[in-house]
């Protein structure tokens, strides 16, 4: 799906590293901003709206799917069966 030999979960420093203006734990699903691919389950596409961490750990944004969709143009995969 990515195209890559080896996947891995990245450690807390390699996310410090990549969202320098973000809190650890916090960063918002906008990887195109970080020159990074975006994944989404396909059933993520089927919500009218969807919220998630700010950069923060007490700010939230929820805008509709179709916006983000439009925003960030994720790849749309399956992650399990």
């Known amino acids: 799906m990515t195209g890559a030999d080896q ?3 990245a450690t807390e420093d390699e996310f ?7 809190e650890t734990g916090a960063m918002p ?8 691919d975006v ?7 089927q ?3 969807i919220a998630f961490n700010a950069g ?3 700010e ?4 509709a799917y179709k916006d983000f969709e439009r925003l960030v143009r994720p790849k749309v995969v399956q992650f399990s069966t």
């Open 7 to 9: 996947v891995r979960f």
């Open 16 to 22: 410090r590293q990549l969202f320098p203006d973000c």
């Open 29 to 36: 699903p906008f990887g195109n901003l970080y020159e990074m």
């Open 39 to 45: 994944y989404v389950a396909p059933e993520l596409t």
């Open 47 to 49: 919500e009218e709206q």
């Open 56 to 58: 923060t750990h007490t």
């Open 60 to 63: 939230l944004i929820r805008m």
